[in-house]
Nanobody, 130 residues
Framework: PVHLVESGGGSVQSGGSLRLSCTVS????????MGWIRQAPGKEREGVSC????????YYAASVKGRFTISRDNAKNTVSLQMNSLKAEDTAMYYC???????????????????????WGQGTQVTVSS
């Protein structure tokens, strides 16, 4: 079975930083795009950032561009999201996600309409107070 385990969520004041990490097992890690998807109460889920299997292409939602940085370590089967200059509107449950479709580009999470083919982590809460 595929397992995605997140860590690093928590509460922080506006302007602060958090780093999310996700460790993956059960799949050929470097063949799969990885990403972070968030959902706030009453809002649509949003692909925050994603990265290709080889790490050579990335995507950031406009709302986080310039503040968040995604990275992956294929030797350790981990993907991370460094979140700086956090805002209250970043408050959400953040899910680590693996693309079930192999070898797609780093923008694979930019369109989450329909039923996306994703392996999901259990989620980690990020709360930013203003």
């Amino acid at each position: 079975p595929v397992h995605l385990v997140e860590s690093g969520g928590g509460s922080v004041q506006s302007g602060g930083s958090l780093r999310l990490s996700c460790t993956v097992s059960g799949l050929s890690f470097d063949n799969h795009g990885m990403g972070w998807i968030r959902q706030a109460p009453g809002k649509e889920r949003e692909g925050v950032s994603c990265i290709s299997g080889g790490g050579d292409s990335t995507y950031y939602a406009a709302s986080v561009k310039g503040r968040f940085t995604i990275s992956r370590d294929n030797a350790k089967n981990t993907v991370s999201l460094q979140m700086n200059s956090l805002k209250a509107e970043d408050t959400a449950m953040y899910y680590c996600a693996a693309d079930r479709v192999l070898f797609r580009s780093g923008s694979w999470c930019s369109d989450l309409s329909g039923v996306p083919a994703i392996y999901w982590g259990q989620g980690t809460q990020v709360t930013v107070s203003s």
